[in-house]
């Protein structure tokens, strides 16, 4: 089958810097960071589609998510985000078609999700960290273009004649716009949905004044007064920023991984990944983790989970199921999770809880079984908890010889919340609130207090442990990857419903229905003949 | 395509009676109604599959449709409905595996919804007509018999060593439990996500006690216990039961449409639904509707645009949009809502208005396109003004010749809620809630006012109207299929998401997406080969 070509690609690298970024510039002035995108054609991450038109594919979506985190922990003078274009005429064509045309499924789904993922780390800058941001439109923004710009706070299209927004998806290439635009149209700027329908299906857009009028953009100024205007709206986002001062540290190359360790069975298709305690005492202060830099454990070992996770999702697509372990000290991590909620208001440490949460909201979107597995030596504690939490099942070993613990730490109290908006304790014990305070005062707990706590999927004895683990990960990797998915994704998200879940739920869960239907991917389907001189030819059957 | 051959079969029609039913028997004991399961195996709505062990296919729910409404419009004495099976140690065995195998895709998605829909009309009668129901499971459930099961208030379970409830779906046919099962297990029953994926991939599923402390079931007595337990439990769902006192009526056959019109042009695949306004006064009293009976417009006519949705779904697939009209005396349609709204506390008239409801709900729910027209001698107000707001978009002519006008009535104001738990007027103004109370208190108004109030769409006049309709039309009909099944999926049902949302928004488009997955239903997929002594062979890829 076609997706069995997916790894015939060199495999797809998530570091970058900005020294190396080829498609935006990343400027500071003062407060505000001013990110302008310039593609260049030749660049493209893979052969065979020129990047025409300030289009993108998977590499200049990295660079973005890597300018988003830079901004987070290297610029805490920073308030507002100004994000345009270099080119002329142009903001942005969004997705590059070719590339989405020449992909397999799978890719495209995960380019999908990535680029859903950065959209959403925007919104959440602006809504956690206090930096709001603006799209300065100075040309017309399409697609996936104009799926960027309503992430952010603040747009402002140029009224030139010519610049319009639009989503042309539906009616030149039979798919949806699948980076969050439907459910942000109707959801987030609550646009009526009669006109989000007509505006879903106008392929050239909507410009000037009934962009304002239909809510697509905040303002819609002529040309002339373009800058001035885009002065006011980001004079306005410094000024409404409650960005927490914080130390700047320098995000240093990951290099080898020092917490993580990944070991993938071609064989079995399971991967295992270990996430090691930290070694040394917690900072005393933020100052102290400001001193320690991006190396100190709560940075660094976060950013190898969130470098691995990716890695699988892109690079591993024949891995079914993970085990998640964890081996070291369990005081220490109770130590540095002390020290992380104490401190919670200063910048620094404000920003190293939020990319936890983001690396958590990542495993919660891999579409991986996640078996996490507690043994004599393991710490399943406090935040290294979240992994057990966020994991399909958790396998807890009963050893009468050997003591097997796990505790809660204030990190489990809300810090860390799913894209639901609920921590994963509130999730997990929706049936019974009072669990949730029961567990994080309880302390330590052993295997058969673990149980009664409602944490524990089973309990295998020592005697049993190994052929029942065994017997598991092969039953779970021996089932359909497809049926695999689809479960995962309705049972992880129980409780309310966000704009994110929205997203990832309903929204992708039709594109990627979409994506396999021959109207869009078929021989003779939109996505298939974009640019060529055939016409599409559709099945017109309604499903 | 396959799917061209979807019309091959006869047409399905919906219309059935208890005299008539094949597959389920109702009987009445004062307060209780019970519906037994009793599937006839060679009586299947199609040839080709013997519907073995209480397997179901589209007739058997189309009997449960039947049997739910008329519990409610014919036995205003009932206050409790116990679903059980006359077959020995089996209660069903869910959807039948060969008729889904050999179904169309498009099949098996209306298939889904319908199912869907039947499963939240049970829950709807607990809470909103006071009618809360048990399920006796005198044997296993597997499948979509367990969320048959799970669709009840109350589940009992007999602990006779053998009967089971599981979700096989997964492990055996490499699709999802579709019948809103997932969903239920963690938002409705809040069975905690770790339990839930276990129960979810064990084939021969969970007995007794175990299911009671999973919360699968409610209760699982030895089977000498159980038709006391039962009995018990069925005494105190009739003790809290709600249910509004009110006249009985009999559902008569709905004959030729006397008050909705259906035009099929299969050239352009555009349909149009012609609504009529009630020629007669509206009725003094409740007692006056019991007198009119089912001959009522307030049913009469919703019941056939009940109707002619599900013909539109399943009989003709290849019609993409579809025109709503509606015709007639503005002031009858008022007046008949009046009366609804004033008597609204009257069992009749609340299952009247609840039909209207679930009809309206339908028409959210179908995969088509809706363009509603406003004209000259139409008469969208009150209830039929849902009918323009449930459409995707709202045409209204600016004749300075000849009044058009729009009028809101108290039926506007929440007693027609979409799935989302809001009235259409609230979903449609998310943006700013107070035009919803403007447009309830503006009584007539002409196209330029319903314009201004934010109902229209587009307003073309009497010059341009003929044209740019029959663009509109056209340019929607073109478009493809699948990409304006999920658009408007995504763009109808902005705000909160409920129980029923999700299911048919997360877990239907997860299962659409399984649905067309090789492993599924490729040739050596999962569903293809149930039943054959050829082993699946899944492409292991996750996606």
């Not at 070694?279 to 202060?285: M, V």
Request: hydrophobic share 40%; charged share 25%.
């Amino acid at each position: 089958m076609a997706d069995n070509h997916a790894t015939a690609h060199p495999p797809v690298r998530f570091e970058t810097h900005p020294d190396r970024y080829i498609h935006w510039n990343l400027a500071f002035d003062g407060p505000v960071a001013r990110l302008s995108m310039d593609v260049k054609e030749e660049k493209g991450l893979r052969p065979g589609y020129p990047l025409k038109l300030n289009s993108y594919d998977l590499g200049v979506d990295i660079e973005l998510a890597d300018a988003l985190q830079r901004i987070r922990f290297e610029h805490p003078e920073v308030k507002a985000v100004v994000v345009t274009s270099l080119k002329d005429r142009i903001f942005c064509s969004g997705a590059n078609i070719y590339m989405l045309g020449s992909s397999t499924h799978g890719f495209k789904v995960n380019f999908c999700k990535f680029t859903n993922e950065t959209r959403l780390y925007l919104e959440e800058m602006s809504a956690e960290s206090g930096i709001p941001s603006l799209c300065a439109l100075n040309g017309t923004a399409s697609g996936g273009g104009y799926e960027l710009a309503i992430a952010c706070d603040d747009i402002v299209l140029a009224d030139d004649g010519s610049s319009a927004v639009s989503f042309p998806e539906a009616p030149l290439l039979a798919v949806l716009p699948g980076t969050g635009g439907l459910t942000r149209l109707v959801d987030k700027r609550k646009i009526r949905r009669d006109l989000a329908d007509a505006f879903s299906t106008i392929a050239e857009g909507v410009r000037g004044k009934r962009a304002v009028e239909w809510g697509l953009v905040d303002e819609a100024p002529p040309k002339a007064k373009f800058d001035e205007v885009v002065k006011r709206h980001v004079e306005a986002l410094v000024a409404k920023s409650k960005r927490r001062p914080g130390k700047a540290i320098t995000l240093a190359p990951l290099g080898e991984y020092k917490h993580v360790s990944v070991d993938l069975d071609a064989k079995t298709r399971v991967a295992t990944i270990t996430m090691k305690a930290p070694a040394d005492k917690a900072p005393a202060s933020a100052d102290d983790l400001a001193k320690l830099g991006s190396s100190a454990w709560c940075i660094q070992a976060w950013r190898e989970l969130d470098d691995a996770l990716l890695d699988l999702r892109f690079n591993q697509p024949n891995i079914g199921v993970v085990a998640l372990k964890t081996t070291g000290n369990a005081d220490n991590v109770l130590a540095w999770d002390a020290f992380l909620a104490k401190n919670k208001e200063d910048g620094l440490v404000r920003e190293t809880i939020l990319l936890m949460k983001r690396v958590l909201k990542r495993l919660d979107m891999t579409a991986k079984s996640f078996f996490a597995l507690a043994e004599p030596g393991s710490c399943f504690v406090g935040s290294l908890l979240e992994l057990a939490l966020a994991a399909d099942r958790f396998y807890m070993k009963d050893d009468p010889d050997a003591e097997v613990s796990v505790q809660a730490s204030p990190m489990n109290a809300g810090l860390l919340p799913m894209g639901n908006g609920l921590s994963r304790l509130s999730t997990r014990f929706l049936a019974d609130p009072s669990l949730v305070g029961r567990v994080l005062e309880a302390g330590k707990m052993d295997t058969q207090a673990a149980v009664k706590a409602g944490l524990v999927t089973f309990a295998p004895d020592d005697i049993d442990w190994d052929d029942e683990i065994r017997i598991a990960f092969e039953e779970r990797a021996a089932m359909s990857p497809d049926a695999m998915t689809g479960m995962e994704a309705n049972l992880r998200f129980a409780g309310p419903e966000t704009l994110e879940t929205k997203i990832f739920a309903r929204l992708s869960a039709w594109q990627n229905w979409i994506f396999q239907r021959p109207n869009a991917v078929g021989e003779k389907g939109a996505l298939t003949l974009y640019g060529k001189p055939e016409r599409p030819e559709f099945n017109w059957q309604r499903t």
